[in-house]
């Protein structure tokens, strides 16, 4: 077998669990960095220097490990075997390793220009400052290939929570940092913190390659039929894939034209985004890549269109009272998460601002990474080439022309509103290709979890509303208002669509008495 048995239900609740862990400490990690620097040039310059090496990730190597790298090591494995599967993976980690290093090289040494670019409005001094940040932190870009490349390997052999705990331990070591070092060593001891954290990344997934008798070996041989076929998908791949980080760069370059610490808000708002959306988002279509790939190796157009079908679905029901809740609670729930140490009422409204537009775009995401998943998984590159491209030009004009309207508020709505017809136009080709990927039943489901959602949101308006006045105005209290609020809200919600016979509804029903049944003390 290529790949191990996994029990799906089990296997991504696991991976959101552990993922959740993670990102929630990826999210005590930057509110670490406002509490201690606020929204001000010296944490933009931070804020900058680490942003960069992750976002050249994105940009040139991370989505293309993804997209390009895994169907072909995938196909290997199906119809070939695994030792010829690992030795292709050898001769792609390899040349990932020699770009990766150029790339590192060439950022780090022209460090003050990109500072010039993206960082316009900070002081000279600060310039400076972000300068030797980014040189200290851009070798983050050549470990995260190696651990990206690796990671693709476990996930197509079905190892996934290890890979998901990469980010646990990784910022764990950050936080630690702050907590014990940071008055020592100070900002510069954090850069060096960040780069031998991500290096952990590498090291966590070493016991279980070896357990699945994977061992790196230094090859060389970019002639080689298999790494042709991956570098043939890898460019429209690598284009397609530069919308989401390209966009975030564009904003944050944007935004602090107008105001240092700009860039920062918005970038504190997409963490929080993220750690809410991006946890299922993310470790749903990482699970059903593989899957994806392995039936259009097959050419299994049933299977094909009815994973993609259920995955749409899902992400239908989770995401659209997802966004109704956050639209209602961005405030205190940023308030609650930021609002302390140098951030003040004030820099805690840029962020609510942010995050309330960066709500919107929370189903065009979502249906956007399903759909490119999808493509990738045909070996369709120029689907996403052609909405990549398409989403950066609108994302930058519509980012440059809200800017004086909405404020840091500008970016955000640009950003939703460009990743959502980039969905909308990968989904329909998609559909012209398979129509077994959307049926009436999710349509008519689909108005059912709009309704649903409405009626949920406008109750938790009102009993939010209600519970911080009736509770006390501090850390505890409004935390309990926030928790009391979503927890009927997601109970009235999950009855409104039992009672409409939404299917995700009646399956979650199925598995709770399942459950209860094992559970229940034999008589």
Do not use: C
């Not at 030009?393 to 017809?421: C, D, F, Q």
């Not at 409409?500 to 034999?522: D, M, Q």
């Amino acid at each position: 077998m290529a790949e191990k048995k996994i029990n799906p239900i089990k296997t991504v609740s696991l991976m959101m669990l552990i993922t959740l862990l993670g990102k929630v400490l990826g999210l005590i990690r930057d509110q670490l960095l406002l509490y201690h620097y606020g929204i001000s040039q010296t944490g933009e310059a931070f804020s900058i220097a680490s942003m960069v090496p992750r976002k050249f990730l994105d940009i040139i190597f991370a989505s293309a490990i993804t997209a390009s790298f895994i169907p072909v090591f995938n196909q290997y494995l199906e119809t070939k075997d695994r030792d010829k599967a690992y030795g292709l993976a050898n001769k792609f980690i390899t040349l990932i390793f020699i770009a990766a290093a150029i790339v590192t090289a060439a950022a780090a040494l022209g460090s003050g220009q990109i500072i010039n670019i993206m960082g316009a409005a900070l002081t000279p001094e600060n310039k400076m400052l972000a300068s030797d940040l980014l040189k200290i932190m851009m070798p983050i870009l050549l470990i995260s290939a190696v651990a990206f490349s690796l990671t693709g390997i476990l996930h197509s052999l079905g190892e996934f929570n290890i890979p998901a705990a990469m980010s646990l331990i990784s910022n764990g070591l950050i936080i630690l940092y702050y907590v014990f070092f940071l008055d020592d060593f100070g900002i510069y001891g954090l850069a060096v913190a960040f780069t031998l954290s991500w290096f952990t990344q590498i090291l966590i997934q070493l016991p279980f390659l070896k357990k699945n008798q994977f061992k790196f070996l230094f090859d060389f041989n970019p002639s080689d039929p298999g790494i042709r076929e991956i570098f043939s998908l890898m460019l429209p791949v690598m284009v397609s894939s530069w919308a989401q980080p390209v966009n975030v760069m564009v904003n944050t370059m944007l935004a602090n034209r107008v105001q240092a610490g700009w860039g920062l808000a918005l970038n504190s708002a997409d963490t929080l985004f993220t750690i809410i959306s991006g946890v299922f988002i993310l470790q749903v279509t990482n699970l059903i890549f593989p899957r994806l790939s392995r039936e259009s190796a097959i050419d299994d157009r049933e299977g094909f269109g009815f994973t993609m079908k259920n995955t749409l679905r899902v992400m239908i029901y989770i995401l659209v009272p997802m966004t109704a809740g956050l639209l209602i609670l961005s405030d205190p729930l940023i308030r609650l998460v930021y609002q302390r140490g140098q951030v003040d009422h004030e820099s805690a409204g840029l962020i609510i601002q942010a995050m309330s537009f960066y709500s919107i775009g929370i189903i065009g995401l979502g249906f956007q990474t399903v759909a490119s998943r999808g493509l990738y998984a045909i070996k369709d590159g120029k689907t996403p080439l052609v909405s990549g491209i398409l989403l950066i030009i609108m994302n930058g004009l519509l980012s440059y022309a809200l800017l004086p309207a909405l404020n840091v508020g500008g970016p955000a709505l640009a950003s939703s509103i460009s990743i959502t017809v980039a969905a909308v136009l990968m989904l329909a080709v998609l559909y012209r290709g398979n129509k077994r990927v959307i049926d009436k039943k999710m349509l008519r489901d689909g108005v059912f979890v709009i309704i649903a959602s409405v009626i949920m949101g406008l109750l938790v308006f009102k009993l939010y509303g209600f519970a911080a006045v009736l509770l006390p105005d501090n850390f505890p209290g409004q935390a309990a208002a926030l928790l009391i609020s979503v927890a009927v809200g997601v109970l009235v919600y999950f009855l409104l669509t039992w009672i409409f016979k939404v299917s995700e509804a009646e399956v979650a029903v199925k598995i709770v008495k399942k459950a209860l049944k094992i559970i229940r003390p034999v008589q």
